[in-house]
């Protein structure tokens, strides 16, 4: 077993870089002459095909949070976190379906944009500022954290000594072509990342099932880790499962897990901003059915490896002996580090060649989702604060330039704050729960700003102001209640208030700015519709066996 690293492996990464950062570059050339607009810059001049937007969508979520973040839960809870990646399927399609045409019709630049158009400026504003420092100070700061940690294990002893070097270098590794050729370049090369991520995520899955018998086997492997952790292949969790709090059985299906996933999929500028390139609204849903396909395979190479990790682990008869594996899951306090399963599983079990090229793929997903997310801080500050409140006067070529600068600002900011971030058990989780304090009531103001007519800004506002209050009260009060119930509990509750506000301040009448839907809106072609009840169908199928 070879845990170090060959000339071939330092070659084929570097193959990797080489090819990234040159499509990259290429596709941001433009034509000679011409001077990028903030629609080239900033929506890939509208131009993505569906195939394009699906890869990008998926480069674009799949990051640290999941490849580290997701396999160690896998590692301390199992499959059931794969609802994260399942259900976001169905609300991919609900997306496509409901969002989409929306979004497209009113051809927006930003979500905030749209908040704009459908409540105030000062509602946009507020949340194009809370926006940008989720971005900066969560997102980014943790995607970097987390990739600088497997690094730091998968290449060096995981002693913290390659932190900071692997922190600034996946920095500017995403900064070489995003800041320069602004969504064009990310989405494009997002196309060849998702490729490599899925392959070398398949790669250190089977690899790993090699090794978890002495008889060796991928099938072996397998029937080996079902059987002696058969508790981890549920689905639902049961209320003595000391990981219930985190994912609170039946209430995942029915409850907090659609906030927090028409929250991401719906409302998340870096994830929504590659669907308003499209070329076209039909385009673009067949990339959003396209994605959720990607969506049902993502957990055999995520949360799979983070099941076998924990057998290893846990050594029960018939599982191979390997050397270490209980130092370097347990921590100096006696706690066990789930986030290290992936790296771990790379640096112990993969061989050389290969190992560079699946070092590439992890690599490959941070670096996309941080150019996605420096790509959508700078649209968002551009669009939204300084279009509106610095420019003297607006142009093409300041918007690009702010929207450099932006970006580059925004990195070099989360550079400085994730080497502080310190160890983090199970960061998949850690992230929805803190998220989960704020987005329930962002949701009940876009749910009910697109589908309900009366809802007032002024409703709008009391109530995004009254959601904070109303899940902290529910997170300490309750003591013991899942988050995912307290992000169910706010987001009705805070509908509830923006609903009697608008009641009582406009009972007779519409809003003016209230959006008039027809039928006409929502209406898909075959392909989208025949794709979607496929996924339907298989989601009942995998929920029905590994409920």
């Known amino acids: 077993m070879e845990s170090g690293f060959s000339f071939l492996d330092y070659l084929v990464f570097a193959v990797y870089a080489i090819v990234i950062l040159g499509v990259g570059l290429w596709v941001s050339r433009g034509k ?104 900066v100070f969560v997102n980014l700061t943790t995607v970097l954290f987390l990739g600088g940690k497997a690094i730091d294990t998968i290449w060096g002893n995981g002693d913290g000594s ?96 659609w906030v927090a996933n028409l929250y991401y999929w719906g409302f998340n500028q870096y994830i929504i901003q590659r669907t308003l390139a499209a070329k076209s609204l039909r385009e673009s849903q067949k990339g959003i059915v396209f994605a959720a396909f990607l969506k049902l395979i993502i957990p055999l190479f995520v949360v799979v490896p983070g099941i076998i990790a924990s057998v290893m682990y846990a050594q029960p008869e018939g599982t191979a002996i390997v050397d270490g594996v209980s130092e370097a899951f347990t921590k100096s306090d006696g706690a066990i580090n789930y986030d290290k399963a992936f790296p771990w599983l790379i640096s112990s079990f993969i061989p050389a060649g290969l190992k560079g090229l699946v070092v590439a793929a992890l690599v490959a997903a941070i670096v996309s989702s941080l150019a996605s997310m420096i790509n959508s801080t700078s649209t968002i500050f551009t669009m939204d604060i300084y279009r509106p409140y610095l420019a003297k006067k607006t142009g093409p070529n300041k918007d690009v330039f702010v929207g450099r600068i932006t970006g580059a600002v925004a990195l070099f900011i989360a550079v400085l704050i994730a080497p502080v971030l310190g160890n983090i058990d199970q960061a998949f989780q850690y992230i929805q729960e803190y998220t989960g304090l704020v987005s329930p009531g962002i949701l009940a103001v876009f749910m009910l700003g697109l589908f309900y007519k009366k809802t007032t800004n002024k409703a709008a506002i009391i109530g995004i102001l009254i959601s904070i209050p109303v899940a902290f009260a529910l997170k300490t009060a309750v003591l013991g209640m899942p988050f995912m119930d307290q992000m169910l509990y706010t987001m009705l509750i805070t509908m509830a208030v923006i609903v009697f506000v608008s009641l009582a301040t406009n009972p007779q009448s519409d809003d003016p700015k209230g959006i008039a839907l027809t039928s006409d809106f929502f209406k898909t072609d075959k392909t989208f519709t025949i794709s979607s009840y496929a996924i339907i169908l298989v989601l009942v199928v995998l929920y029905a066996i590994f409920w």
Request: no cysteine; hydrophobic share 55%; aromatic share 12%.
């Open 32 to 135: 000679k002459g011409e001077k990028k607009t903030a629609e080239d810059y900033f929506l890939a001049s509208k131009s993505l095909p569906w195939w394009a937007i699906g890869a990008s969508l998926i480069a674009a979520n799949i990051s640290a949070e999941q490849m580290i973040g997701m396999s160690g839960s896998g590692m301390a809870m199992g499959l059931a976190i794969a609802s994260y990646e399942w259900m976001a399927a169905i609300t991919l399609i609900i997306v496509g379906k409901f969002f989409l045409p929306i979004f497209i019709k009113k051809e927006i630049f930003t979500i905030p944009q749209f908040v704009e158009q459908r409540f105030s400026t000062n509602l946009k504003t507020i949340l194009a500022i809370f926006w940008i420092a989720l971005y």
């Open 162 to 257: 390659l932190m900071m070097y692997s922190i600034v270098g996946l920095a500017l590794f995403a900064a070489a072509y995003s800041l320069y050729g602004g969504l064009a370049a990310v989405a494009w090369t997002d196309v060849i990342q998702v490729v490599l991520l899925v392959v070398g995520g398949f790669i250190t899955a089977i690899i790993a099932l090699e090794h978890v018998t002495p008889g060796g086997g991928i099938i072996n492997g397998f029937n080996h880790i079902y059987e002696t952790a058969g508790d981890k292949f549920h689905m639902i969790l049961d209320k003595n499962n000391p990981e219930y709090k985190n994912l609170p059985g039946i209430g995942v299906l029915i409850g907090g897990m």
